[in-house]
């Protein structure tokens, strides 16, 4: 076993888990940061890193992938170790420290925790299609877009009423032959710029609504999808031509040994204070899209927010004394 000592443990290396990084180094706190993925990122790597993000202050649109190597980078002079591929098992106190374990057996010491873990261990929701699995394996249906050349000029149909499904429908009108978005009523669950924008290119024939519909179906041949099928309330069938089918209805999301810790847990979300983003363990913060508290907004800049807030209320638990706000121009880094 690997034993080390730090102040601060985070637990996930998302966006959120980067920042807050940032945020505890520039309170003199060491960080070292445990994710189970092989790489840093959390769901913009693995999942969308060419979806555009358009709430990122400074930023009018950016690239996930782009924003993760931003973060990173923000975070390098604060000389984090991460420990990669591996899993926070085990959380224990003794005396004033916390004592991690992860399934590698890697042991690390600290003075508090800030769990940035997004919506935990997660997967795609998958339609309940007979056979999706063949289409799955060749590519023909994916849940994520890693590279949008693919879509050049192919017919894609996208299902969803989120700002997933709305955001990749925007990107890639421009780029494939044709893009058909199936939802099951016709109001969208995403930014009202984003649906004013979706409303603009179907008037213009950029992008077909195929409303009110849901997935029913597919037809191809050695993988290779041909056909959606579509189906309304009253069961009326319609057929989409299509080369590829993303589904973008969300993520299955579990909490994995976290759950077991002893946390207030609402609903799958660990129960915080909205000004502290304290739990109800002492010395033990959540930030980010894994806590809950009163008007909670899933939004990657509100983590950023509560990653500082966070940082600011484990830092009494590293330097016993109170934090004096400093600005980040007059202290720099």
């Not at 050349?149 to 890639?172: M, T």
């Amino acid at each position: 076993m690997t034993k080390h000592q730090t102040d601060i443990v985070i637990i996930g290396a998302g966006p959120v888990g980067l920042f807050t990084i940032f945020e505890c180094g520039m309170m003199k706190m060491r960080a070292h940061v445990v994710d189970a993925l092989d790489y840093v990122g959390g769901q913009c790597t693995a999942l969308y890193p060419e979806k555009p993000i358009y709430d990122i202050p400074g930023f009018p649109a950016i690239s996930a992938e782009e924003l993760i190597a931003s973060l990173h980078k923000q975070a390098e002079p604060f000389n984090p170790t991460y420990h990669l591929g591996q899993q926070l098992v085990k959380v224990e106190k003794q005396g004033d420290v916390w004592v991690s374990t992860t399934s590698n057996g890697v042991i690390i010491e600290s003075k508090a925790i800030i769990i940035a873990a997004g919506c935990g261990a997660f997967g795609p929701n998958r339609p309940p299609i007979e056979g999706l699995e063949a289409y799955e394996s060749t590519g023909s249906v994916a849940y994520m877009v890693q590279k949008k050349e693919i879509y050049r000029d192919k017919d894609v149909v996208i299902a969803g009423g989120g700002d997933s499904a709305v955001d990749w429908a925007l990107s890639l009108a421009e780029l494939a032959k044709t893009v058909k978005l199936v939802h099951r009523r016709p109001k969208f669950r995403c930014a009202p710029d984003s649906s004013d924008k979706l409303h603009a290119l179907a008037e213009v024939g950029k992008i077909e609504l195929v409303i009110p519909y849901q997935l029913d179906n597919l037809k191809g041949k050695n993988g290779q999808l041909e056909t959606v099928i579509v189906k309304d309330l009253q069961g009326n069938e319609k057929e989409l031509k299509a080369d590829y089918l993303l589904p973008f209805y969300g993520l299955a999301m579990e909490l994995g040994p976290i759950a077991s810790w002893g946390l207030n847990i609402h609903l799958n979300h660990i129960d915080v204070h909205p000004t502290t983003l304290a739990t109800n363990i002492e010395g033990i913060f959540a930030v980010g899209d894994i806590n809950h508290y009163d008007n909670k907004l899933k939004l990657i800049v509100c983590g950023f927010s509560e990653a500082a807030l966070a940082a600011k209320a484990a830092y009494p638990f590293v330097h016993d004394e109170p934090f004096h706000f400093e600005y980040s121009t007059s202290k720099g880094v």
